[in-house]
Antibody, heavy 124, light 107 residues
Framework: EVQLVESGGGLAQPGGFLRLSCEASGFIFNNYNMNWVRQAPGKGLEWVSYISPSSPASSHTIYYAASVKGRFTISRDNAKNSLYLQMNSLRDEDTAVYYC?????????????WGLGTTVIVSS | DIQMTQSPSSLSASVGDRVTLTCRASQSIRSYLNWYQQKPGKAPKLLIYGASSLQSGVPSRFSGSGSGTDFTLTISSLQPEDFVTYYCQQSFSMPRTFGQGTKLEIK
């Protein structure tokens, strides 16, 4: 079964940090581009970041939303079938459910597989 | 950035109705438009990709159309489980952007 499972969410103070993980199974992880998408309480979906599967690590193509650029770092370990999001300098507005999502190989760049999400709360 | 605007923000309808949701892009995105369904407390689920292709396993009552800047999602005969929220998303360029969502409510 194709599956994504996020972990690492929790409570952090403003200015603090968290590291989210997403473990993939049921498909060849290093064949797929991956994304993080978040949803603040009661709000819509916001794309956060993207990473291509290329290796060595220096060859990854990476993008960030302007709201997180310079504070968040996306990475992946294809040997561990895992995607990560290092979140530093956290702000109240980073409070959200964070989903990892697989970009499909249709060539149309849709996100066809989503994890259940992990909740991040930034509060003092 | 490409702005995605969905209308209406909410829609009241009855079981069995045919409804059409609209999504407009601030610039041409060709057919790089995807529709997601989200149930409360759950992850989004891909319904339609490439503006009109039905994702595997999605009921045929869902259909999508459009290209360029104007897109629609049609549900031909609403079922009770369809009264949830729908999002469009452009995958033409980075940053990826979503519409604000349309919530379907039971009349």
């Amino acid at each position: 079964e194709v599956q994504l499972v996020e972990s690492g969410g929790g409570l952090a103070q403003p200015g603090g940090f968290l590291r989210l993980s997403c473990e993939a199974s049921g498909f060849i992880f290093n064949n797929y581009n991956m994304n993080w998408v978040r949803q603040a309480p009661g709000k819509g979906l916001e794309w956060v970041s993207y990473i291509s599967p290329s290796s060595p690590a220096s060859s990854h193509t990476i993008y960030y939303a302007a709201s997180v650029k310079g504070r968040f770092t996306i990475s992946r370990d294809n040997a561990k079938n895992s995607l990560y999001l290092q979140m530093n300098s956290l702000r109240d507005e980073d409070t959200a459910v964070y989903y990892c999502a697989r970009q499909s190989n249709t060539g149309l760049y849709d996100m066809d597989v989503w994890g259940l999400g992990t909740t991040v709360i930034v509060s003092s | 950035d490409i702005q995605m605007t969905q209308s209406p923000s909410s829609l009241s309808a009855s079981v069995g109705d045919r409804v059409t949701l609209t999504c407009r892009a601030s610039q041409s995105i060709r057919s790089y438009l995807n529709w997601y369904q989200q149930k409360p407390g759950k992850a989004p689920k891909l319904l339609i990709y490439g503006a009109s292709s039905l994702q595997s396993g999605v009921p045929s009552r869902f259909s999508g159309s459009g290209s360029g800047t104007d897109f629609t999602l049609t549900i031909s005969s609403l079922q009770p489980e369809d009264f949830v929220t729908y999002y469009c998303q452009q995958s033409f360029s980075m940053p990826r952007t979503f519409g604000q969502g349309t919530k379907l409510e039971i009349k």
